[in-house]
Nanobody, 126 residues
Framework: QVRLVESGGGLVQAGGSLRLSCVAS????????MGWFRQAPGKEREFVAG????????YYADSVKGRFTISRDNVKRTVYLQMNSLKPEDTAVYYC???????????????????WGPGTQVTVSS
């Protein structure tokens, strides 16, 4: 099992930027694809961005493509989400997740991610 802890959330005005970080401990971080998901009040958890175990492949939800960038540093056991041009509709709790299977990539289904952080709140004011 991998333990994940997110940080970097906060309150920002529309058009602003935030950088989320997720530090992993436990099983070998570099073998697992990682993802960011978010959940707004009254809505289901949705996929935001994903990155392969090597960092060589990234993929995004259409709603954030061109504004958000996911990256990882396997030495620091950390995955990042750079969020630019934030909109009020980006307001949500953001979760970091690790894939259940090694060397996986491309999934947007929360069911394929077996470890989750507690989440960090992002609030974008208009």
């Amino acid at each position: 099992q991998v333990r994940l802890v997110e940080s970097g959330g906060g309150l920002v005005q529309a058009g602003g930027s935030l950088r989320l970080s997720c530090v992993a401990s436990g099983r070998t971080f570099s073998r697992y694809g990682m993802g960011w998901f978010r959940q707004a009040p009254g809505k289901e958890r949705e996929f935001v961005a994903g990155i392969s175990w090597s960092g060589g492949s990234t993929y995004y939800a259409d709603s954030v493509k061109g504004r958000f960038t996911i990256s990882r540093d396997n030495v620091k056991r950390t995955v990042y989400l750079q969020m630019n041009s934030l909109k009020p509709e980006d307001t949500a709790v953001y979760y970091c997740a690790a894939a259940s299977s090694t060397y996986s990539s491309g999934s947007k289904d929360p069911a394929d991610f077996g470890s989750w952080g507690p989440g960090t709140q992002v609030t974008v004011s208009s």
